[in-house]
């Protein structure tokens, strides 16, 4: 995690670096199959960043895709 910002609702934005270029960023379940919830796909911000907007206390399960 490279940042976090709260909002004035109390909602934290972080963002995730990755090692390499990505793709694709998902939501899974524990096991990593796909949600059907179109809501689990990710905005990919530039190379490598990946913005998240966790819950108080979430642990959540991301499958992400490298770019070709």
């Known amino acids: 995690m490279t940042g976090r910002k709260a909002t004035r609702s109390g909602q934290e934005h972080a963002t995730?670096?990755?090692?390499?270029?990505?793709?694709?960023?998902?939501?899974?379940?524990?096991?990593?199959?796909?949600?059907p919830d179109q809501r689990a796909d990710l905005p990919v911000n530039?190379?490598?960043?990946?913005?998240?907007?966790?819950?108080?206390?979430?642990?959540?399960?991301?499958?992400l895709t490298p770019a070709p």
């Open 46 to 63: 530039g190379e490598q960043n990946l913005s998240v907007t966790p819950r108080p206390f979430q642990i959540r399960t991301l499958r």
């Open 16 to 35: 995730l670096r990755a090692g390499f270029p990505l793709d694709a960023a998902r939501t899974t379940d524990l096991l990593e199959r796909p949600l």
